[in-house]
């Protein structure tokens, strides 16, 4: 059984930086691509961004406006990153990690096939 393992996030100021970081059992991340997304209470879950096996050419949804990075690290066991800088109190949500069914990048809930526990980001104003 696949496992996704998340560590990070926690408490920030508007303006700070938080990083999250996701790694899987195994060898769980080879060769596919990893997302992350986040959900606040009432809301669907949204994608926040994805990086694909290669770690060329990330995606980014349109709202982050270049202040989250993703990237990864293949060697030994694959970790994946997000640098989230600039943060806003609206940022506050769950963040969850998951496993991409491909090696390109996708943004819909439906290309990812395991998911982390969640991890809280909360941004105070």
């Known amino acids: 059984q696949v496992q996704v393992f998340q560590t990070g996030g926690g408490l920030a100021q508007a303006g700070g930086s938080l990083r999250l970081s996701c790694a899987a059992s195994?060898?769980?991340?080879?060769?596919?691509?990893v997302g992350w997304f986040r959900q606040v209470p009432r809301k669907e879950r949204e994608f926040v961004a994805a990086i694909s096996w290669s770690g060329r050419m990330p995606v980014y949804a349109d709202y982050l406006k270049g202040r989250f990075t993703i990237s990864r690290d293949n060697a030994k066991n694959t970790t994946v990153y997000l640098q989230m800088d600039s943060l806003k109190p609206e940022d506050t949500a769950v963040y969850y990690c998951?496993?991409?069914?491909?090696?390109?990048?996708?943004?819909?809930?439906?290309?990812?096939?395991?998911w982390g526990q969640g991890t809280q980001v909360t941004v105070s104003s």
């Open positions: 195994g060898r769980a991340f080879v060769g596919l691509a």
């Open positions: 998951a496993r991409a069914r491909y090696t390109s990048v996708r943004s819909g809930l439906n290309d990812y096939d395991y």
